[in-house]
């Protein structure tokens, strides 16, 4: 989930979306394996999947003025 934010995006400006896995200090570390990330030493390269069709729609609304 997404903490409430606030930008002003003038025309011509672009934005890029960038899918991560953690955001480490802030959130725990995804280590990919399930486990405890206070306790867990092993860690597992992991796959981010954004659909984008008929059955799995997906949108960012970037509401105007």
């Known amino acids: 989930m997404l903490d409430a934010t606030a930008h002003r995006f003038d025309?011509?400006?672009r934005i890029r979306l960038?899918?991560?896995g953690g955001a480490f200090p802030r959130f725990a570390r995804?280590?990919?394996t399930g486990e405890h990330?206070?306790?867990s030493t092993e860690m597992k390269p992991t796959t981010h999947t954004v659909f984008h069709n008929r059955a799995w729609p997906s949108n960012i609304v970037l509401p105007s003025r």
């Open 11 to 13: 025309g011509g400006h």
């Open 18 to 20: 960038q899918v991560s």
């Open 30 to 32: 995804n280590l990919g």
């Open 37 to 39: 990330p206070g306790t």
